[in-house]
């Protein structure tokens, strides 16, 4: 009887240091490099995440080169708002500026996104027009500076 | 009054646990949105789609401005066309309108996420600056976050199959640019910056504006803070 009793035990002990050396294994080899060292999850993914290409590359770079025209949109009431703004990057094949110039054009849609009457846009210090009423037909920039639309052209 | 008056002082009493701790060195990375400067251009929006190559159908969005607009009736009418892109157009006559505004709206990096608690997996985590990131070689696509999001900031890609939101533009911020949104916003509706640095733009933004989180009984203790932010907004 106690020969079978540490048989058993035997068996029993055994398969226990089995199986759970064969989770300890297969879990070493499925968690993923990195994970759990400042959480759970993979902190190698928080590098992953700052791999990314910047389309919009800031004013200081625009003004690095259009130093003018950036003084100019500067001076007035326009200074808050950023060159890509407007000039939103074209990234179908390059963003570089050089190749591919962002020029947009002055056309009522553009400056209406901001411009448009809308109720809820009133008493925001941005100034409101029916563009119907206002010059129909006419692109914005044939009258208006673009990057000083204060002043008129001609 | 008091508690505007000094906002980190009022965060280090709610749940925002990891501004107590010191760590000077560390960024933690927040926003404000001006309610009373937006205008509902939409380029933020559009913006980050062309940064971020958020999928340009009409569905996918990682920040979108809804127009809403309270009715003589008390009706609250919430619009957003295309997320905004392209410019919000009052759809209401102008004599039906009580009041009318925008709310732009994206990921609120909340420090106690439900979308994290969500993930099976842990694919989806806040990161030591306090960003909620995406682990997209991790992410088994099962979706639950976007259903435990009480913003409905995420979203399925359907080009890889896995959860996409706002990282905050985690990209840039690291190179010291500012998101996409914030740079190319006309009227600085949008304000980012570094909690823990008492210089940031943001921290004198909150100092300066009674600020108010969407949807604070859910207690998600987000860092996203609005001002001028109407009890309306869901």
């Not at chain 2, 560390?26 to 380029?43: F, R, T």
Request: proline share 6%; net charge negative.
């Amino acid at each position: 009887m106690n020969k079978y009793l540490s048989k058993i035990i035997f068996r029993l002990l055994f398969s226990f240091v089995v199986f759970v050396s064969i989770f300890i294994l297969v879990q070493r080899s499925l968690t993923p490099e990195s994970f759990g060292k400042y959480g759970h999850y993979r902190a190698n993914s928080i590098e992953d995440n700052k791999i990314q290409t910047s389309f919009f590359k800031g004013e200081a770079e625009c003004a690095s080169c259009h130093e003018d025209l950036y003084d100019l949109k500067d001076s007035d009431l326009h200074s808050e708002i950023s060159c890509e703004s407007c000039h939103t990057p074209k990234i179908d094949v390059t963003t570089e500026c050089k190749e591919m110039p962002p020029v947009v054009e002055g056309n009522i849609e553009l400056c209406a996104l901001c411009h448009a009457t809308n109720p809820g846009r009133l008493k925001k210090g941005v100034p409101q027009l029916d563009f119907i009423e206002h010059k129909e037909g006419k692109n914005c920039i044939e009258c208006h500076n673009p990057h000083a639309p204060w002043e008129l052209t001609e | 009054m008091y508690a505007f008056a000094k906002p980190i002082e009022l965060l280090a009493q709610s749940k925002d646990t990891d501004l107590k701790e010191d760590k000077t060195d560390q960024s933690l990375w927040g926003m404000g949105v001006d309610l009373e400067s937006c205008i509902g251009c939409g380029k933020c929006a559009e913006a980050c789609k062309i940064e971020n190559n958020v999928p340009k159908e009409p569905f996918y969005f990682r920040t979108w401005v809804e127009q809403y607009t309270v009715k003589n009736d008390g009706e609250v009418k919430i619009e957003s066309p295309n997320g905004g892109i392209g410019g919000l157009k009052q759809s209401v006559p102008t004599e039906d309108i009580f009041k009318s505004f925008m709310v732009p709206k994206l990921c609120n990096h909340c420090s106690e996420a439900p979308c994290v608690q969500a993930c099976p997996v842990g694919a989806t985590f806040i990161s030591p600056d306090g960003v909620v990131l995406v682990d997209e070689s991790y992410c088994i696509g099962c979706s639950y976050c976007i259903q435990a999001c009480p913003y409905g900031a995420r979203y399925m890609n359907p080009y890889t199959k896995v959860v996409d939101k706002c990282t905050f533009c985690y990209h840039r911020i690291n190179d010291g640019l500012e998101p996409a949104c914030v740079e190319v916003c006309p009227t600085n509706a949008r304000i980012f910056g570094d909690l823990r640095d008492k210089k940031s733009d943001l921290v004198k933004f909150l100092q300066k504006n009674p600020t108010q989180v969407l949807k604070p009984h859910l207690n998600t203790s987000s860092r996203v803070f609005y001002n001028g932010l109407s009890s309306e907004v869901k």
